[in-house]
Structures are given as C-alpha cells and as structure tokens.
C-alpha cells in the first residue's frame, strides 16, 4: 500500500522542522509497512519567485489530489506587495479545501515545564465561518469599508457549519473524558454566537453519554489559567478558537510546541500552531516538535477515515518517539537545551 | 464642596459589595474634606419588581446628572423574558452614555498569589464599537438573521472611535511606562482591526516619547502567559479586550479582584470585572476588592478632568487601605481568609 502526502515547505523555519517531520513519519509508517509517497509542491515566497504566487495555482491543482498534506508555516507579512495584503496562503487552503475543523489539543510534555502542567485540552475551532469575516463570503470579501474612515466585518453563522463543528467535537468527546465545553459570547453577540450555542445543545442531544455545558470566551479565557483541568474537549467559532488555542498552547508549555491539524470529512492539512519565526530561520535552531506531532495527528485522522491500524500505529509512534527523544535530553535552544534541529531529527529517527 | 455620585447596587453580590465601597469611599474622601453626596437609583432585579426593568427610564434620566457613577454587577441571564433576551444593563449604560474606553488595570496585590506576579498592565478597550455588534447600530441591532438558519453580525471600526481610544491609551502610556502595545488581528481582519491598527499609529506619531509596537491577538494572549511584564498598556478593540483583560486579571491574581471603569470625556462608571455571583449572594463570602478599588479609579478620573488633589488623595488612600487590610491577613474565602465582606469593608474603614 502506498500513501500520497503532498508537502508544502512554507517560508523561515519550515524549511528545517518540515523536513524532519517528513523523515520521521517515513520511517515511522515504513516500520509498518506503509509506503508512504511524498510530492513536494512551490508554496510561500520561493513559489513567489518561481510562480508568482505564494500559492500558485498549480499547487491547487495539484493538491486537489491529495487526502494528507503536511504545510509548513508562511511569513505572508514579509512577502512583497500585493501579495502581503492578501489572505495568508495558510487560511487560503482552509477555505479553498472546505477544512471545516481545526483541532488543537494542548497537553504538557513529560518533563518539560509548563504553567499549566495538569492541562489536556482538545480545541475543535470551527475554521469556515464566525468573526473571521474572509472566510465568510462565497464572493467577495466579507469586509468592506463604505467610506476610508469606517471598515465593516460581516461575521457569519449558520446552522450546517455548527452542526458539523459539533458533531466533530462531540464525537472526538467520546474517544476522551466524555466532556464538551460550548465557547460562545451570547450575551453580546446573541444572534451569531447564540446560534453557534443554540445548535451545539441540539447536537448535544445526539451524546447523551458526553457531558455538556458552556463558558463566555471572556471566562472560558480565564477558567483556562485557573482551572485547566476541569475542561476535556472545547468547541467554539473561528475567532475566540484562533486565541484560546494560542493561549492554551502556551500555558501547556510553549505555543512553540503546538499541533494541530485542519480538516474536513475527507482531506486533512497538517499545520503546526507556530509561525515561520524568520529571526532563527535557517540556523539550526527551530524545534519541529509542532511539526512532527501535526504529522502524527494527520494520519491519526487518516487511519480513523480508513481504519487503517498500520497507520495508527505509526501515528502512536511518532508520539513516543518525541516523547523519548525530549526524555533522552535532545532538546533545541527554546527548550533550554543545546541540539540542533537536524540533532532532534536524527535522533527521532534513531527511536523510530 | 460637594461630590454627587450614583450608586446602583446590582444584583447578587452588588448588594454586599457597593455599600463596601461606598463606605470606604466617604471615609476616604472625608478626610480630605470631600463630602460626597451618594444617591442610590434602581437598576437590576429588584428595578424588574419595582418599575418593571432592570434600567428603568428614571434611573437614566436621573443619570444624566451624574458625572461619577458606582455599578453593580448584574445576573442577567437570571431575569424574565423579555428582560433576560436583552441586551445585559451594563452594556446599555455603555452605549447611552457614550462611555467609550473601558479602562482596566492588571497588576498583582502584594502578599496575594499570582500567576504572574511581575504582571502591571493597562487594558485600555475600545467600549462603542468593534465586534460588538450591539454596540454598532444608532438604530436597530447590529446582528440579524436573514433565515432562522442564518446569522450575521456587523462589526465597526471608524477613524474617529480609534483616535480618541488610541488617545487614552498614549496618554496613559505617558503616566506609566510609556510604551503602548497595539492589539489587532489584521492578517485575517484586514479592514477593520487593520483601520483599527493604522490609526494608533497615527496617533502614536503625536507621542514621540512613548514607544509603540504591536501584537496579534492570539499572540498577545499566549504573550501574556509567557513574559507579561514586557508589556504596559494595550490598546485593542471591543471584543479582544473582553477576553484579554480576564485573562490579564486572572494572571494578576484572580478575576476576582479586577477593578474597571468605563469613561467618556466627561462621565465615569465605575464597574468591577466579576458579576454577580449569585452562587455566594448574601452570605458574606463576596470579596469587595474589585469593587473599592474600581470607585478608587473612578475618583482617580474625576480628580485628573477637576485637577482636585483632595479627590485624588482619596483614590490613593482607598489603594492603600485595601493593600493594608490585605497585608493585616483580612481576607474573605476566595483568598483563603475566614473575613466576611462586612469584616473587611470594616477594617478598610478603621485603616482610612
Ligand atoms: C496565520 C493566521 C491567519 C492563522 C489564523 O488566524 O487562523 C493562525 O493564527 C492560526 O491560528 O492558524
Ligand atoms: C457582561 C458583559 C456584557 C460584559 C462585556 O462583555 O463587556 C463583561 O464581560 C465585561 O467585560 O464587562
């Protein structure tokens, strides 16, 4: 059996962490017997010098192909005009794609420290519409502004992409501690985020045995420092899940560290939280922890899809892989320690 | 000379808190000769039995002849239909005032346990505009559903709102640490929070002295947890400063303790963070630090617009009395201590 994986190295360090997240998850699905066939794709400001664009049309072309692809990050602020105003190429493929649902857990490392070390969270962000007015428009853009002194935002939600965010979330609840957090702000924006809250509780209905229940993103920000612990799964719009992922990323340890995969029923983007930290790239210095574990959790999803158990297992074995390299000392510099990314790689490999 | 403020209690823990306050304010303010006039106005659940709304047409016409007013949380989503589908009090008296910079300080209290203890912050949040759509519509609401399967929010950002908030916000810079981070989310809300960062910077051209940067808001709350006391004063729309500030408050200690006030040009309302809490109502448990010290920034305001030391010694002294009571292990239950509200609020008034 071969599995096609399109890779989008992406700009600053995702030319160092993509690599080694590639080399792991190789040889992670090779010890299965899994053939994993990897087809890199002009992404990020090397496809604006190569194409023009920093997604060209090709790469959609040929991604259209592929049900797992593994992107690293874009630094759309740095690329030349017009393409700096444009819509980062990351949320582009969200939307080009109908990646509907981002998932971000958030736990701590063994061993590493953490503020909130007791914190096992999973975020399923609903990634198609909500306040994050780009994604909201079939034409056009959601944001306009009728005169240059007033900008308006149109955010959007609908019952389909609520039931569909729920049910991601209410079902991954069952795999878990059985617990969904619904993440609204309706005492404010009582139509949109009361919608959002309204259609979570019908689809609660449909889980009796998970136990649902609700938090204002205000609190919910808050209850996250104070008592992390009592949380399992949390489901909220585009917006509120974009920050509660950061913030819950970096009390687990370090947003540094975070996964996360962006999906819809059928095609999964591995996409790791960070961004393409240009200041240390091409040094040696970036950790791919983030990369590796958005790896893991794409053919996790993949192997659910198929239920294929080769691909779960090298899945699971890329988690303990990262887990015994961080245990043996490897570390990069933003841990405290003094290996290279290519070192931490190696040394993943090494394990698997 | 005489000062006339308003007060109206609230629910829930309003009715234990507020006469803390203004206890402690009156002995403030006498000793310095200040004789404040307070007059009570009906507002919350007890203004639903007796005029038949939680803000009731005569409080805001009584109002109007206040410049200094003391609020109350309010349990909203406890009233009656229709009253509890509106929109909550305290955001109507935002609007109808015009208060349009919600002013919220973060800093840890000496001898209380902190996330972050080395955090000092300003919040300074954008109240009449932003993605609270409730706020956005001279006429009419600013959400609506097309279908009941359908809805939409409009959110707003104008030139003229941001400059007088960006305003606040460097001003305040200018009495503490003189740097301003500006909060926006202009890679995916290009338009609005974009609009919303190219004014502050702008303005920041007319305060050379004062050094500005800017942040994401996922970034910024992720920022928060990992090296707060880099920052001083944000500056940042409606909606992010909602969530941001209880996070900074919960880093600082507990959202608990968080004092706010919401001002325009001319009027202060004085606002605690927390609401109601009718969990604990009327039983002594509720703990009135956010209270005291949001009626400390409020006559903080009125003696910078009257240049008055006197009212000012007041807010200074009001600050100390709650550090000393504190440091002399008075303390209600959410801090560990066996104080009740009324014990603190009397040994507040023995310190002044
Ligand atoms: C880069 C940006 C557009 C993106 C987002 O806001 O969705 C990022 O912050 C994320 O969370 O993946
Ligand atoms: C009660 C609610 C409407 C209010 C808000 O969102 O502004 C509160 O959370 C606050 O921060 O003062």
Chains 1, 2 share one sequence.
Not at 200 to 217: K, L, T, W
Not at 292 to 319: C, I, T, Y
Request: proline share 7%; charged share 20%.
């Amino acid at each position: 059996m071969t599995l096609p994986i399109a890779v989008l190295e992406g700009d600053g360090i995702g030319a160092e962490v993509v690599p080694v997240a590639v080399a792991a998850a190789e040889r992670a699905l090779a010890a299965q017997g899994v053939r994993a066939q990897w087809t890199p794709l002009p992404y990020g400001a090397a496809a604006i010098d190569s194409h023009g664009s920093p997604l060209p049309p090709e790469t959609l072309t040929e991604l259209a192909g592929f049900d797992v692809m593994v992107v690293g990050p874009h630094d759309s602020v740095s690329y030349p005009l017009p393409h700096r105003d444009a819509p980062p190429p990351g949320a582009v493929l969200r939307k080009h794609f109908g990646l509907y649902a981002n998932l971000r857990p958030a736990q701590a490392i063994a061993g590493l420290p953490a503020t909130a070390p007791d914190i096992d969270l999973l975020i399923v962000r609903e990634n198609s519409e909500g306040l994050y007015a780009d994604r909201n428009m079939a034409v056009g853009s959601g944001e306009f502004m009728p005169t240059p002194d007033v900008a308006l935002a149109v955010g959007l939600v609908t019952r389909a992409a609520t039931e569909r965010i729920a049910e991601q979330a209410f079902a991954a609840a069952r795999t878990r501690r059985g617990h969904v957090t619904v993440v609204h702000k309706a005492n404010v924006l009582r139509l949109t985020t009361g919608l959002f809250r309204d259609v979570c509780f019908e689809v609660a209905q449909r889980y009796p045995d998970v136990r649902v229940d609700q938090q204002h993103v205000d609190a919910m920000a808050a209850l996250l420092v104070r008592r992390p612990a009592d949380f399992d799964v949390l489901v909220t719009e585009n917006l509120f899940g974009d920050i509660l992922s950061d913030l819950a990323a970096e009390l687990s340890g370090s947003l540094g560290l975070a996964s996360s995969i962006n999906c819809s029923d059928t095609r999964v983007m591995a996409q790791a939280v960070h961004g393409a930290a240009p200041d240390i790239a091409g040094r040696g210095l970036a950790d791919p922890i983030a990369m590796v574990g958005s790896v893991a959790s794409a053919l996790d999803f993949h192997a659910a899809r198929h239920r294929d158990r080769r691909v779960a297992a090298a899945a699971e074995a890329l988690r303990a892989a990262i887990a015994a390299t961080v245990a043996a000392g490897i570390r990069t510099p933003d841990l405290g320690g003094s290996s290279s990314t290519a070192e931490f790689g190696d040394h993943l490999v090494a394990v698997l």
